[in-house]
């Protein structure tokens, strides 16, 4: 049974009707075995994105403090081919970027065809931490999110495979996690009060997170809930949605790849015969 939940068109998210401690009903290490192999099929999938160039994969990864964005990101920084993969981090916005729309920033940094790119944060937090803590007035913020569906949609139609994951944890995995950090010395870098802050904001990011998640979730680039508790069970939820996301296209891929062959083959030869 897949844990992770794929949000339908116009539904209205309940992020508490979804367990963030969900995991497969198998046990750990089976759940690295299997990861092994689907990072291969991941793989696979992305040298046949890559060479055949007429599409490209971004990966929207959001979620509060400590939900794993990091580690998501390395695990499928440790499976795909990085030359043609980058990740684009999304901070506080510079003097520079909110002199202008709030798409600016994120559009430049989109996928060209053939690659793959993973926000880390992304375009949502302008929906999120603006309307959690009130940077913009609602009247702002909230056109935002037609503004995300059409900018999605051109992207889509321009030939990206978007997905998105919301990596949801519970409050105590959250409390837990951040408390490791004190005690891990390779760990305390990433120690913040400001994590400790945004904990208490946890009911209005809920909040904000529903409402993002039920407005922009659609046919064509859909929301994925992934419970994040267990590390091994979100890492695998994440690699069964990009492997499903991809396998559509594969076939074409294929046959294009195929054809471009023989027409290099035939080129060759007759090159080979022109030099006798
Ligand atoms: P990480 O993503 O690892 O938590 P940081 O600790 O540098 O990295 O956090 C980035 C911060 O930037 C987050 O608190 C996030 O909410 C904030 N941020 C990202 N985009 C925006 C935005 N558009 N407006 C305001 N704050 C933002």
Known sequence: MPIAIQIAPGKNVHLSKIDPSASPDFDKEEGQARLVKLGRRLAELQELLFAAGDHSLLIVLQGRDTAGKDGTIKKILEAVNVQSTRVASFKVPTAEELAHDFLW???????????????????YEDVLVVRVHNLVPEKVWRPRYEAIRNFEELLVQSGTILVKFMLHISPDEQEERLLAREEDPLKSWKLSVGDWKERAHWDAYTEAYEEALSECSTESAPWHVIPANKKWARDLAVFEILIAALEPYEAEWRTNLEARGKEAKAELVSWRESQK
């Open 105 to 123: 920033r994120v559009h430049r940094q989109t996928p060209g065809l053939g690659e793959i790119v993973i926000f880390n944060r992304s375009h």
